[in-house]
């Protein structure tokens, strides 16, 4: 299967401070064990529908959206349409996946990201019920230096401004080179520090972060409520430190969701990037370990 760098540029190269309402944070009613779809992007993109259908029969009864750059819509399908969809196999979509869009193609912006469409974006977004719209990715191209990512960071303030005015709230998702060091500085705290804590939430990926070498724990101590989202998402035994079922590797996730309240966790999403074989497989053995915590 095609890596996540892969699928997140192939994608944008489809198309030429006041605080957020406390019913935003509000916790859930319900408990929610989600899915982020990027773990069946094939399927996806093959049988959208009885992909999510699948999904749903499995016990996962949210899902994080993977992609809407390129074709403006949701896996092919207008946001009313997929919303539908979604509300027929009893799913929500409370987050969904965006890129940067800085990057251009063949000289012109890509639409429906952070820098360009935004705001039909934010619109469509809404559409299917998301609360929370995410920073995905950053391209090789889109990282750089310190300063260049304060330049993101101004971006993030801006295009978090406009969720809040739709009553959505921004988040930024984590690989690990946001943690390699320049002059002693992580980039990933200078989207911290740079951006307001109101109009950029994190998006935690257990996985990234701690094989870049941070524990989870610590970043909430040190920035207490600002993970509404986590991916998670285990690594394996091996020297490789791989992507695996959860519960198969060495991440304590009970541990990290005694700590859930705070983090300020409010909704958290499976991911495995590759599996050994059948993605299905694989997402069945993780909804079962964490029911198993009773998550």
């Known amino acids: 299967m095609a890596s996540r760098r892969a699928f997140v540029k192939s994608a944008a190269l489809l198309s030429a401070g006041a605080l957020v309402s406390p019913a935003l944070l509000a916790a859930p009613a319900k408990k929610y064990i989600g899915l982020q779809l990027y773990t069946v992007r094939d399927a996806m993109q093959q049988d959208p529908a009885g992909t999510l259908a699948k999904v749903a029969q499995l016990g996962y009864n949210s899902v994080e959206g993977a992609t809407y750059t390129g074709s403006q819509k949701f896996y092919g399908m207008e946001p009313a349409a997929f919303a539908k969809v979604l509300k027929q196999n009893g799913l929500i979509m409370p987050s969904s996946h965006y890129v940067l869009g800085e990057a251009m193609n063949n000289g012109q912006p890509t639409q429906g990201t952070i820098l360009h469409g935004w705001d039909k974006a934010v619109d469509d977004a809404a559409q299917v019920g ?117 519960g198969n590797g060495v991440i304590d996730f009970k541990k990290i969701f005694a700590a859930r309240q705070l983090a300020g966790m409010q909704y958290f999403f499976v991911e495995q990037d590759r599996t050994p074989g059948d993605p299905f497989v694989s997402i069945k053995q993780s909804i079962g370990y964490l029911k198993g915590l009773g998550v």
Request: proline share 3%; aromatic share 12%; charged share 30%.
């Open 130 to 246: 998301a609360k929370y719209m995410v920073c995905a990715y950053l391209l090789d191209s889109e990282r750089g230096s310190l300063d260049h990512y304060k330049q993101i960071a101004a971006h993030l303030n801006k295009a978090g401004e406009r969720c809040k005015k739709a009553g959505t709230q921004l988040c930024y998702h984590n690989h690990d080179f946001e943690f390699a060091a320049q002059g002693g500085q992580l980039p990933y705290d200078i989207l911290l520090k740079e951006t307001d804590k109101n109009l950029l939430k994190m998006e935690l990926d257990l996985y990234w972060a701690t094989k870049a070498g941070h524990d989870p724990l610590t970043l909430f101590k040190a920035h207490p409520g600002r993970f509404p989202l986590w991916h998670v998402k285990d690594m394996d035994k091996t020297e490789k430190k791989d992507f695996t079922e959860v």
